[in-house]
């Protein structure tokens, strides 16, 4: 493999140590609230606000650069989130798709097996024995009180299609998008005419009834996946994809700016392998929680086309024209979480610094990732001259980025909010630009201030913005 498996590096510190200090920026300046906060909220279900939405917009266009715009042996793909429910049977999901659930006998709460304290590093095997609670002695983390032997928990959620509600209309809100794209295979790789190996990438919601979700929008049960399907000839070309993948999905965090001694790899052991998969290898992030997945990389072998080919008689094989074979594709997926991409950018990117006395906060958001690029801010707003100025350069901006304008404090203050919402660059305009025609661009994460002709401004910040492209 091209780089190792990191040891342990358990001693890297978190970018942030507490998770609130997150969870309360987000509230308070607009990226992340609790889903119907005004009833209680709801239980794994976060909105994004005015921020997060452009934040995690800009994350799912990043992915979809890297994954199908540069690329041209991906193509893009957008299936509907419910699908024919023999699917899910046919993938594993309705048998399967499920986690060890432990109750309390006294206070009747639930737990994911493998998040009790003290069960976190079991083996998959320990998991699945009805004896791992009485051998270790677990306990309810709440009261004390005695735990069940873990019973399987599935994970999907299921509604009914149509008027009438009876087994045989039940139809499943998607737990991946995967299945969208093998069950496309053919129709992609006819239309498009891809030769393999090529791939097929998915943005789109999914839904899981995760038994113990939490760690903000770390674990939902609603949440945006990014994967990518890539169709390779058998075996051995399978392993090498994996090993050609593996490294430049770790490289896209860190080519956005994620610190890469906060990023590590993990690979599945043997007992912990999904039932389709050959091979796997997490991308984890050190989080203020602990390491946590990231991404996964799999080497799915050609269980999922073969399946599928089974069930529907559908014949799914490719012929490849060079050598005239027939055969059923490997798939190497891809598979990582938008919001839990969002959540890794907001927390690594988070400082805080002495300025002159004060703590400055700031965001160093990579500025393709910021929400806003630039805010442009008057030095006085009683001049109605530079306000309109202001005004102009604004709307000129925002005719191809995202640009704001703020008189509502003084200047200082104005650059601290930008800060703290990551705006890479602020445009000022003073009494001076009246005569120069020159306006103030300030640098976010160093301060520097540049005098720029205002005719310029645009030219520069796009072409700052492009320079920082990975
Ligand atoms: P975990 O072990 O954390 O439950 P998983 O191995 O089941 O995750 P995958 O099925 O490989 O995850 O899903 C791919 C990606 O989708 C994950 O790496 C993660 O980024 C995202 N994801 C999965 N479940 C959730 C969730 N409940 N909330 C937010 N994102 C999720």
């Not at 986690?99 to 095997?125: F, Q």
């Not at 599935?154 to 009438?164: A, K, R």
């Not at 072998?301 to 024209?321: I, T, V």
Request: net charge negative; proline share 6%.
């Amino acid at each position: 493999m091209s780089e190792p498996l990191t040891a342990s590096p358990d001693l890297v510190a978190p970018a942030v140590s507490e998770l609130d200090t997150i969870v309360s920026l987000s509230k308070r300046r607009g990226f992340i609230f609790p889903s119907s906060e005004i009833y209680g909220g709801i239980n794994a279900v976060w909105d994004y606000g005015p921020l997060g939405v452009e934040l995690k917009n800009n994350v799912k266009r990043a992915w979809w650069r890297a994954m199908v715009q540069e690329r041209d042996d991906i193509v893009g793909l957008d299936a509907g989130i419910l699908m024919h429910p023999q699917v899910w049977v046919t993938s594993g999901h309705v048998g399967s798709f499920s986690d060890p659930l432990v109750e309390c006998a006294t206070c009747h709460r639930r737990y994911r097996l493998d998040e009790l304290p003290g069960a976190e590093d079991l083996s998959a095997t320990d998991l699945r024995d009805p004896g791992v609670v009485a051998r270790l002695g677990l306990v309810c983390p709440n009261d004390a009180g005695p735990l069940s032997a873990p019973r399987q928990f599935n994970l999907m959620f299921q509604t009914y299609m149509g008027p009438v509600q009876e087994e045989a209309s039940i139809v499943y809100f998607r737990p991946e998008t995967a299945q969208g794209s093998y069950v496309n295979f053919k129709n992609v790789q006819q239309s498009s005419r891809k030769k393999i190996p090529f791939g097929i990438a998915q943005i789109g919601k999914s839904f899981r009834n995760e038994i113990s979700p939490g760690n903000f929008v770390f674990r939902m049960r609603e949440f945006e996946q990014m994967e990518m399907q890539y169709f390779v000839r058998p075996d051995e070309a399978a392993a090498a994809a994996f090993e050609d993948w593996l490294p430049r999905r770790r490289a896209w965090y860190e080519a956005y700016g994620v610190e890469p001694t906060r990023l590590r790899l993990r690979e599945h052991a043997p007992d912990e392998l999904a039932h389709y998969a050959k091979k796997a290898i997490d991308v984890e992030y050190r989080f203020p929680f602990g390491w946590k997945e990231l991404e996964g990389v799999h080497n799915r072998g050609n269980f999922d086309l073969s399946r599928h080919a089974e069930a529907s008689g559908e014949n799914l094989e490719y012929f490849d024209p060079t050598t005239e074979e027939k055969f059923i594709p490997w798939i190497v997926e891809t598979a990582a979480g938008a919001d839990r991409a969002a959540f890794t950018f907001l927390i690594d990117s988070y400082r805080e610094e002495e300025v002159k006395g004060e703590t400055r906060v700031s965001l160093a958001l990579h500025p393709e990732l910021a929400p806003y690029k630039v805010a442009v801010l008057p030095l006085l707003k009683k001049r109605p001259e530079i306000v309109e100025l202001c005004h102009r350069i604004k709307a000129d901006l925002k005719r191809d980025i995202m640009a704001v304008y703020d008189d509502t404090a003084a200047i200082g203050k104005l650059y601290r909010r930008q800060d703290e919402i990551g705006t890479p660059w602020c445009v000022t305009v003073d009494v001076d630009t009246l005569e120069d025609g020159a306006v103030t661009i300030r640098d976010r994460d160093t301060m520097t201030q540049e005098r720029v002709s205002m005719d310029q401004v645009k030219a520069v910040i796009l072409g700052r913005l492009a320079a920082a492209r990975p």
